[in-house]
Protein backbone atom coordinates (compact mmCIF):
# COMPACT_ATOMS: atom_id res chain seq x y z
CA UNK A 1 0.00 0.00 0.00
CA UNK A 2 3.07 2.67 0.46
CA UNK A 3 3.96 1.90 -3.00
CA UNK A 4 0.87 3.00 -4.22
CA UNK A 5 0.46 5.87 -2.29
CA UNK A 6 3.89 7.00 -3.51
CA UNK A 7 3.11 6.58 -7.41
CA UNK A 8 -0.12 8.41 -6.52
CA UNK A 9 1.49 11.89 -4.75
CA UNK A 10 4.11 11.44 -7.32
CA UNK A 11 1.37 12.16 -9.99
CA UNK A 12 0.03 14.78 -8.10
CA UNK A 13 3.45 16.44 -7.39
CA UNK A 14 3.69 16.26 -11.42
CA UNK A 15 0.12 16.90 -12.26
CA UNK A 16 -0.14 20.56 -10.24
CA UNK A 17 2.60 21.93 -12.79
CA UNK A 18 1.16 20.50 -15.73
CA UNK A 19 -2.67 21.38 -15.49
CA UNK A 20 -4.12 23.00 -18.67
CA UNK A 21 -5.23 26.30 -18.58
CA UNK A 22 -8.58 27.84 -18.22
CA UNK A 23 -9.31 29.56 -21.28
CA UNK A 24 -12.03 29.62 -24.28
CA UNK A 25 -8.97 30.48 -26.84
CA UNK A 26 -8.19 27.58 -29.19
CA UNK A 27 -5.94 25.55 -26.66
CA UNK A 28 -3.36 23.38 -29.01
CA UNK A 29 -2.19 20.81 -25.86
CA UNK A 30 -4.65 19.98 -22.37
CA UNK A 31 -3.12 18.37 -19.73
CA UNK A 32 -4.99 17.46 -16.59
CA UNK A 33 -5.11 15.23 -13.56
CA UNK A 34 -7.63 13.52 -11.00
CA UNK A 35 -7.56 11.17 -8.02
CA UNK A 36 -9.96 9.60 -6.31
CA UNK A 37 -10.34 7.37 -2.81
CA UNK A 38 -13.26 5.90 -1.52
CA UNK A 39 -12.70 3.94 1.58
CA UNK A 40 -16.10 2.16 2.73
CA UNK A 41 -17.25 0.22 5.69
CA UNK A 42 -19.87 -2.33 6.52
CA UNK A 43 -21.27 -3.37 10.11
CA UNK A 44 -21.95 -7.62 9.91
CA UNK A 45 -25.48 -8.17 8.98
CA UNK A 46 -27.81 -11.13 9.05
CA UNK A 47 -27.02 -14.26 6.69
CA UNK A 48 -28.28 -17.50 7.28
CA UNK A 49 -26.11 -18.82 4.16
CA UNK A 50 -23.06 -17.23 2.00
CA UNK A 51 -21.91 -18.76 -1.22
CA UNK A 52 -18.51 -18.37 -3.06
CA UNK A 53 -20.01 -14.80 -4.84
CA UNK A 54 -21.69 -13.47 -1.64
CA UNK A 55 -21.00 -10.41 0.34
CA UNK A 56 -19.63 -11.66 3.52
CA UNK A 57 -21.71 -10.48 6.22
CA UNK A 58 -18.70 -10.07 8.52
CA UNK A 59 -17.98 -6.73 9.47
CA UNK A 60 -15.46 -5.03 6.67
CA UNK A 61 -13.98 -1.87 5.76
CA UNK A 62 -11.86 -1.62 2.20
CA UNK A 63 -10.37 1.12 -0.23
CA UNK A 64 -10.14 2.07 -3.46
CA UNK A 65 -7.60 4.76 -5.43
CA UNK A 66 -7.02 5.78 -9.55
CA UNK A 67 -5.61 8.17 -10.49
CA UNK A 68 -5.19 9.71 -14.42
CA UNK A 69 -3.64 11.51 -16.60
CA UNK A 70 -5.98 13.31 -19.08
CA UNK A 71 -3.72 14.20 -22.13
CA UNK A 72 -5.39 16.08 -25.26
CA UNK A 73 -3.82 17.62 -28.58
CA UNK A 74 -4.89 19.46 -31.23
CA UNK A 75 -3.34 17.43 -34.43
CA UNK A 76 -4.83 19.04 -37.70
CA UNK A 77 -8.26 20.90 -38.31
CA UNK A 78 -10.64 19.23 -36.47
CA UNK A 79 -8.34 16.36 -35.59
CA UNK A 80 -8.00 15.14 -31.81
CA UNK A 81 -6.25 12.78 -29.91
CA UNK A 82 -6.50 11.53 -26.34
CA UNK A 83 -4.13 9.73 -24.00
CA UNK A 84 -5.29 8.81 -20.61
CA UNK A 85 -2.78 6.35 -18.76
CA UNK A 86 -4.15 5.62 -15.12
CA UNK A 87 -2.69 3.74 -12.06
CA UNK A 88 -5.70 1.86 -9.77
CA UNK A 89 -5.69 0.04 -6.72
CA UNK A 90 -6.75 -1.32 -3.52
CA UNK A 91 -10.03 -3.48 -3.37
CA UNK A 92 -14.29 -3.31 -3.20
CA UNK A 93 -16.26 -4.76 -0.06
CA UNK A 94 -15.73 -8.71 -0.35
CA UNK A 95 -13.46 -9.11 -3.64
CA UNK A 96 -16.28 -6.75 -5.59
CA UNK A 97 -18.80 -9.49 -4.79
CA UNK A 98 -22.50 -10.07 -3.75
CA UNK A 99 -24.21 -7.27 -5.16
CA UNK A 100 -25.28 -6.03 -8.19
CA UNK A 101 -25.28 -2.36 -7.70
CA UNK A 102 -22.49 -2.53 -6.13
CA UNK A 103 -21.71 0.55 -3.87
CA UNK A 104 -18.31 1.59 -5.24
CA UNK A 105 -18.10 2.50 -8.74
CA UNK A 106 -14.24 2.97 -8.75
CA UNK A 107 -13.62 -0.62 -7.95
CA UNK A 108 -13.17 -3.57 -10.63
CA UNK A 109 -13.39 -7.46 -10.62
CA UNK A 110 -9.61 -7.91 -10.84
CA UNK A 111 -7.67 -10.51 -9.32
CA UNK A 112 -5.35 -8.72 -6.97
CA UNK A 113 -5.62 -5.18 -4.87
CA UNK A 114 -1.65 -4.26 -5.83
CA UNK A 115 -1.43 -0.81 -7.85
CA UNK A 116 -1.46 -1.54 -11.92
CA UNK A 117 -0.46 0.95 -14.64
CA UNK A 118 -2.37 0.50 -17.44
CA UNK A 119 -3.56 2.89 -20.69
CA UNK A 120 -7.36 3.39 -19.93
CA UNK A 121 -7.86 6.06 -23.30
CA UNK A 122 -5.81 6.28 -26.56
CA UNK A 123 -7.99 7.30 -29.23
CA UNK A 124 -8.05 9.59 -31.94
CA UNK A 125 -11.16 12.07 -33.02
CA UNK A 126 -12.07 13.88 -36.28
CA UNK A 127 -14.63 16.39 -36.17
CA UNK A 128 -16.32 18.20 -39.27
CA UNK A 129 -18.41 20.89 -38.58
CA UNK A 130 -20.96 23.61 -40.14
CA UNK A 131 -22.91 26.65 -39.83
CA UNK A 132 -22.21 29.81 -38.01
CA UNK A 133 -24.16 28.80 -34.25
CA UNK A 134 -21.04 28.19 -32.09
CA UNK A 135 -20.36 26.62 -28.40
CA UNK A 136 -17.63 27.32 -26.36
CA UNK A 137 -15.83 24.85 -24.95
CA UNK A 138 -13.54 25.22 -21.98
CA UNK A 139 -10.41 23.62 -20.92
CA UNK A 140 -10.99 20.46 -19.36
CA UNK A 141 -10.42 16.75 -18.76
CA UNK A 142 -10.09 15.23 -22.26
CA UNK A 143 -11.59 18.49 -23.46
CA UNK A 144 -9.97 21.11 -25.61
CA UNK A 145 -10.55 24.55 -25.32
CA UNK A 146 -12.00 26.93 -28.21
CA UNK A 147 -15.35 27.30 -30.11
CA UNK A 148 -17.37 24.43 -31.50
CA UNK A 149 -20.09 24.06 -33.94
CA UNK A 150 -23.63 23.53 -32.58
CA UNK A 151 -23.83 21.68 -35.96
CA UNK A 152 -20.99 19.09 -36.70
CA UNK A 153 -20.41 14.96 -37.64
CA UNK A 154 -17.49 13.53 -35.62
CA UNK A 155 -15.86 9.93 -35.86
CA UNK A 156 -13.40 8.64 -32.84
CA UNK A 157 -11.20 5.12 -33.13
CA UNK A 158 -9.47 3.64 -30.50
CA UNK A 159 -9.31 2.93 -26.32
CA UNK A 160 -12.23 5.03 -24.37
CA UNK A 161 -14.78 4.22 -21.94
CA UNK A 162 -18.54 3.85 -23.15
CA UNK A 163 -19.38 6.66 -20.57
CA UNK A 164 -17.24 8.68 -22.30
CA UNK A 165 -19.79 9.48 -25.51
CA UNK A 166 -22.85 7.58 -24.21
CA UNK A 167 -26.07 8.13 -21.45
CA UNK A 168 -24.16 10.90 -20.09
CA UNK A 169 -27.05 11.88 -17.39
CA UNK A 170 -26.69 15.35 -15.67
CA UNK A 171 -26.83 14.21 -12.17
CA UNK A 172 -26.23 10.92 -12.20
CA UNK A 173 -23.42 9.26 -14.35
CA UNK A 174 -19.69 9.75 -12.51
CA UNK A 175 -19.10 7.92 -9.18
CA UNK A 176 -15.79 9.92 -9.14
CA UNK A 177 -17.74 13.64 -8.16
CA UNK A 178 -21.65 12.51 -8.04
CA UNK A 179 -23.66 8.91 -6.94
CA UNK A 180 -20.87 5.68 -5.90
CA UNK A 181 -23.84 3.04 -6.75
CA UNK A 182 -22.51 1.19 -9.97
CA UNK A 183 -26.64 1.29 -10.65
CA UNK A 184 -26.44 5.26 -11.17
CA UNK A 185 -23.26 5.55 -12.94
CA UNK A 186 -25.02 4.43 -16.29
CA UNK A 187 -28.43 2.54 -17.37
CA UNK A 188 -27.88 -0.31 -14.91
CA UNK A 189 -29.64 -3.00 -17.42
CA UNK A 190 -27.21 -1.76 -20.47
CA UNK A 191 -24.36 -4.54 -20.18
CA UNK A 192 -22.28 -2.05 -22.12
CA UNK A 193 -19.14 -3.84 -23.58
CA UNK A 194 -15.85 -3.20 -21.56
CA UNK A 195 -12.70 -4.85 -20.15
CA UNK A 196 -13.04 -5.72 -16.49
CA UNK A 197 -11.38 -2.09 -15.99
CA UNK A 198 -14.51 -0.64 -17.77
CA UNK A 199 -12.61 0.54 -21.48
CA UNK A 200 -13.32 -1.03 -24.73
CA UNK A 201 -11.91 -0.80 -28.41
CA UNK A 202 -14.13 0.17 -30.69
CA UNK A 203 -15.59 3.45 -32.88
CA UNK A 204 -18.07 5.85 -32.54
CA UNK A 205 -20.07 8.22 -34.45
CA UNK A 206 -21.67 11.20 -33.68
CA UNK A 207 -24.11 13.80 -35.29
CA UNK A 208 -24.89 16.68 -33.39
CA UNK A 209 -27.53 19.73 -34.32
CA UNK A 210 -28.29 22.63 -32.14
CA UNK A 211 -31.08 20.60 -29.74
CA UNK A 212 -30.23 17.27 -30.43
CA UNK A 213 -27.37 14.47 -31.04
CA UNK A 214 -27.39 10.81 -32.61
CA UNK A 215 -24.68 8.76 -31.67
CA UNK A 216 -23.70 4.98 -32.76
CA UNK A 217 -20.82 3.00 -31.86
CA UNK A 218 -19.70 -0.36 -32.88
CA UNK A 219 -16.69 -2.32 -30.22
CA UNK A 220 -15.25 -5.34 -30.05
CA UNK A 221 -16.00 -7.68 -27.27
CA UNK A 222 -14.11 -10.07 -24.55
CA UNK A 223 -13.21 -13.48 -24.45
CA UNK A 224 -14.81 -14.17 -21.67
CA UNK A 225 -17.74 -12.43 -19.32
CA UNK A 226 -15.80 -9.14 -17.47
CA UNK A 227 -12.17 -10.25 -18.79
CA UNK A 228 -9.69 -8.31 -20.84
CA UNK A 229 -8.75 -10.71 -23.80
CA UNK A 230 -10.33 -9.25 -26.92
CA UNK A 231 -12.18 -11.41 -29.32
CA UNK A 232 -10.53 -11.79 -32.89
CA UNK A 233 -13.46 -13.28 -34.24
CA UNK A 234 -14.85 -9.50 -34.69
CA UNK A 235 -18.16 -10.80 -37.64
CA UNK A 236 -19.08 -13.23 -34.67
CA UNK A 237 -18.56 -11.06 -31.37
CA UNK A 238 -18.84 -7.66 -31.19
CA UNK A 239 -21.67 -4.92 -30.20
CA UNK A 240 -23.29 -2.16 -31.56
CA UNK A 241 -25.03 0.98 -29.41
CA UNK A 242 -27.66 3.52 -30.42
CA UNK A 243 -28.63 6.46 -28.48
CA UNK A 244 -30.73 9.84 -29.61
CA UNK A 245 -30.41 12.96 -27.09
CA UNK A 246 -33.03 14.94 -26.94
CA UNK A 247 -31.78 18.62 -24.90
CA UNK A 248 -35.04 21.09 -24.41
CA UNK A 249 -35.75 23.75 -21.94
CA UNK A 250 -39.26 24.23 -19.51
CA UNK A 251 -40.06 27.32 -18.60
CA UNK A 252 -36.59 28.77 -19.08
CA UNK A 253 -34.82 25.36 -17.26
CA UNK A 254 -32.84 23.26 -19.03
CA UNK A 255 -33.51 19.44 -19.58
CA UNK A 256 -32.51 16.22 -21.55
CA UNK A 257 -33.59 12.82 -22.31
CA UNK A 258 -31.56 10.08 -23.74
CA UNK A 259 -32.87 6.62 -25.62
CA UNK A 260 -30.33 4.10 -25.30
CA UNK A 261 -30.68 0.59 -27.56
CA UNK A 262 -28.23 -2.11 -27.53
CA UNK A 263 -27.10 -5.30 -29.26
CA UNK A 264 -24.52 -7.63 -28.12
CA UNK A 265 -23.05 -10.60 -30.12
CA UNK A 266 -20.46 -13.13 -28.52
CA UNK A 267 -19.66 -16.28 -27.61
CA UNK A 268 -22.26 -16.01 -24.20
CA UNK A 269 -22.98 -18.63 -21.90
CA UNK A 270 -27.45 -19.62 -21.58
CA UNK A 271 -28.93 -19.73 -18.44
CA UNK A 272 -31.93 -22.01 -19.39
CA UNK A 273 -29.74 -24.68 -21.32
CA UNK A 274 -27.31 -24.42 -18.00
CA UNK A 275 -29.93 -25.74 -16.31
CA UNK A 276 -31.11 -27.71 -18.79
CA UNK A 277 -27.82 -29.29 -18.45
CA UNK A 278 -27.52 -29.67 -15.10
CA UNK A 279 -30.20 -28.74 -12.86
CA UNK A 280 -28.73 -29.31 -9.84
CA UNK A 281 -25.81 -27.20 -10.07
CA UNK A 282 -26.08 -25.13 -13.37
CA UNK A 283 -22.87 -23.87 -14.90
CA UNK A 284 -23.26 -21.09 -17.94
CA UNK A 285 -19.54 -20.94 -18.65
CA UNK A 286 -20.13 -24.63 -19.47
CA UNK A 287 -22.65 -23.08 -22.67
CA UNK A 288 -20.67 -21.01 -24.67
CA UNK A 289 -21.42 -20.90 -28.01
CA UNK A 290 -21.25 -18.15 -30.80
CA UNK A 291 -24.34 -17.06 -32.26
CA UNK A 292 -25.22 -15.64 -28.73
CA UNK A 293 -26.69 -12.43 -28.31
CA UNK A 294 -28.13 -9.56 -25.79
CA UNK A 295 -30.17 -6.94 -26.16
CA UNK A 296 -32.24 -3.75 -24.45
CA UNK A 297 -32.83 -0.29 -23.78
CA UNK A 298 -32.27 2.33 -21.92
CA UNK A 299 -34.35 5.65 -21.07
CA UNK A 300 -32.56 8.53 -19.29
CA UNK A 301 -34.17 11.93 -18.08
CA UNK A 302 -32.77 14.74 -16.20
CA UNK A 303 -34.15 17.99 -15.41
CA UNK A 304 -33.44 21.05 -13.66
CA UNK A 305 -36.32 22.64 -11.85
CA UNK A 306 -34.17 25.83 -10.22
CA UNK A 307 -30.66 27.11 -10.42
CA UNK A 308 -29.75 25.01 -7.67
CA UNK A 309 -32.09 22.25 -7.81
CA UNK A 310 -32.23 19.35 -10.75
CA UNK A 311 -33.67 15.75 -10.63
CA UNK A 312 -33.39 12.82 -12.41
CA UNK A 313 -34.74 9.35 -13.58
CA UNK A 314 -33.53 6.13 -15.56
CA UNK A 315 -35.31 3.25 -16.37
CA UNK A 316 -33.90 -0.11 -18.40
CA UNK A 317 -34.35 -3.57 -19.41
CA UNK A 318 -32.46 -6.25 -21.02
CA UNK A 319 -33.56 -9.69 -22.22
CA UNK A 320 -31.85 -11.76 -19.53
CA UNK A 321 -31.51 -14.84 -21.77
CA UNK A 322 -27.76 -15.12 -21.62
CA UNK A 323 -25.44 -14.54 -19.38
CA UNK A 324 -24.01 -10.88 -18.41
CA UNK A 325 -20.77 -10.33 -20.32
CA UNK A 326 -19.67 -6.79 -19.80
CA UNK A 327 -21.11 -4.21 -16.85
CA UNK A 328 -23.28 -6.03 -13.89
CA UNK A 329 -25.91 -8.76 -13.40
CA UNK A 330 -29.11 -6.47 -13.86
CA UNK A 331 -31.30 -7.65 -16.34
CA UNK A 332 -34.10 -4.62 -15.31
CA UNK A 333 -33.45 -0.94 -13.22
CA UNK A 334 -35.62 1.97 -12.28
CA UNK A 335 -33.43 4.75 -10.33
CA UNK A 336 -34.70 9.02 -9.93
CA UNK A 337 -33.01 10.87 -7.67
CA UNK A 338 -32.47 14.68 -7.15
CA UNK A 339 -29.33 16.96 -6.46
CA UNK A 340 -29.46 19.92 -4.17
CA UNK A 341 -26.45 22.63 -4.79
CA UNK A 342 -25.79 24.34 -1.37
CA UNK A 343 -26.58 28.25 -2.15
CA UNK A 344 -29.35 28.29 0.34
CA UNK A 345 -26.75 27.46 3.27
CA UNK A 346 -23.81 29.64 1.45
CA UNK A 347 -21.88 26.88 0.15
CA UNK A 348 -22.88 26.98 -3.40
CA UNK A 349 -20.03 24.75 -4.64
CA UNK A 350 -21.32 22.14 -2.09
CA UNK A 351 -23.67 19.13 -2.95
CA UNK A 352 -26.51 17.08 -1.46
CA UNK A 353 -27.51 14.22 -3.56
CA UNK A 354 -30.43 11.85 -2.77
CA UNK A 355 -31.14 8.62 -5.36
CA UNK A 356 -32.96 5.28 -5.10
CA UNK A 357 -32.88 2.32 -7.37
CA UNK A 358 -34.41 -0.51 -8.22
CA UNK A 359 -32.58 -3.53 -10.23
CA UNK A 360 -34.44 -6.78 -10.99
CA UNK A 361 -33.65 -10.42 -12.92
CA UNK A 362 -35.07 -12.52 -15.83
CA UNK A 363 -36.75 -14.98 -15.05
CA UNK A 364 -33.77 -17.63 -16.99
CA UNK A 365 -31.52 -15.61 -14.48
CA UNK A 366 -33.38 -15.88 -11.37
CA UNK A 367 -34.25 -19.69 -11.76
CA UNK A 368 -30.33 -20.03 -12.81
CA UNK A 369 -28.98 -18.57 -9.58
CA UNK A 370 -31.50 -20.60 -7.37
CA UNK A 371 -30.86 -23.85 -8.48
CA UNK A 372 -26.95 -22.90 -7.27
CA UNK A 373 -25.54 -21.16 -10.58
CA UNK A 374 -22.93 -18.72 -10.36
CA UNK A 375 -22.38 -15.42 -12.80
CA UNK A 376 -19.35 -13.01 -12.35
CA UNK A 377 -20.44 -10.89 -9.74
CA UNK A 378 -23.54 -12.76 -7.75
CA UNK A 379 -24.19 -15.92 -6.47
CA UNK A 380 -25.07 -17.19 -3.21
CA UNK A 381 -25.80 -20.80 -3.81
CA UNK A 382 -29.59 -20.57 -3.81
CA UNK A 383 -32.09 -17.48 -4.01
CA UNK A 384 -35.04 -16.67 -2.32
CA UNK A 385 -35.54 -13.65 -5.22
CA UNK A 386 -36.97 -10.48 -4.40
CA UNK A 387 -35.93 -6.86 -6.04
CA UNK A 388 -32.63 -5.76 -5.42
CA UNK A 389 -33.36 -2.13 -3.16
CA UNK A 390 -31.16 0.56 -2.75
CA UNK A 391 -30.83 4.24 -1.88
CA UNK A 392 -27.64 6.54 -1.57
CA UNK A 393 -27.31 10.24 0.03
CA UNK A 394 -24.05 11.67 -0.48
CA UNK A 395 -23.02 15.50 0.70
CA UNK A 396 -20.18 16.66 -1.36
CA UNK A 397 -17.94 19.55 0.01
CA UNK A 398 -15.46 21.88 -2.07
CA UNK A 399 -12.40 21.60 0.33
CA UNK A 400 -10.10 23.70 -1.55
CA UNK A 401 -10.77 25.84 -4.71
CA UNK A 402 -12.74 23.50 -6.60
CA UNK A 403 -10.04 21.23 -6.73
CA UNK A 404 -10.06 18.97 -3.35
CA UNK A 405 -13.81 17.60 -2.69
CA UNK A 406 -14.68 15.16 -0.17
CA UNK A 407 -17.72 13.45 -0.13
CA UNK A 408 -19.16 11.32 3.26
CA UNK A 409 -22.03 8.95 1.80
CA UNK A 410 -24.65 6.53 2.75
CA UNK A 411 -26.43 3.65 0.84
CA UNK A 412 -28.83 1.01 2.24
CA UNK A 413 -29.15 -2.13 0.39
CA UNK A 414 -32.39 -4.34 0.75
CA UNK A 415 -32.23 -7.71 -0.75
CA UNK A 416 -28.10 -7.59 -1.72
CA UNK A 417 -27.97 -9.91 -5.03
CA UNK A 418 -31.64 -10.18 -5.03
CA UNK A 419 -31.85 -12.31 -1.78
CA UNK A 420 -34.91 -11.74 0.90
CA UNK A 421 -33.00 -13.94 2.87
CA UNK A 422 -29.50 -11.76 3.29
CA UNK A 423 -29.25 -8.39 4.69
CA UNK A 424 -30.15 -5.65 4.83
CA UNK A 425 -26.52 -4.08 4.26
CA UNK A 426 -25.42 -0.54 5.69
CA UNK A 427 -22.39 1.04 3.76
CA UNK A 428 -20.79 3.80 5.07
CA UNK A 429 -18.68 5.82 2.51
CA UNK A 430 -16.29 8.68 2.19
CA UNK A 431 -14.37 9.61 -1.23
CA UNK A 432 -11.69 12.45 -1.33
CA UNK A 433 -11.37 13.43 -4.96
CA UNK A 434 -8.69 15.88 -6.37
CA UNK A 435 -8.95 17.24 -10.07
CA UNK A 436 -6.56 19.94 -11.36
Not at 112 to 130: G, M, S, T, V
Not at 419 to 427: I, K
Request: glycine share 10%; aromatic share 14%.
Amino acid sequence: MKKLILIHLLLIAFATHSFGQDTVKQSRFSLHFQQTIITQYKPAFSAPYTGQNSLLPTEETQSSITSTLFGAARLWKGAEAYFNPEISGGAGLSKTLGVAGFPNGETFRVGAAEPKIYIARLYFKQNFEWGKEKDTINDDANQLAGLKSKRYFSIAIGKFGMADFFDGNEFSHDPRTQFMNWSLMDNAAWDYPANTRGYVLGATAELGQPDWTLRFAFTMVTTQANMSTWDRQIRKANTQTLEFEKRYALSGKKGTVRVLGFLNNGKFGSYREAINQNPTAPDVDSTHAYGRHKYGFGISADQCLARDFGVFAKVSYNDGHNETWFFTEIDRSVSFGAVLKGSSWKRADDELGLAFVGNGLSRDHRDYLAAGGYGFLIGDGKLNYSPEMIAELYYKVNAYQKKIWLSPDYQFILHPAYNADRGPVNVFGLRAHVEF
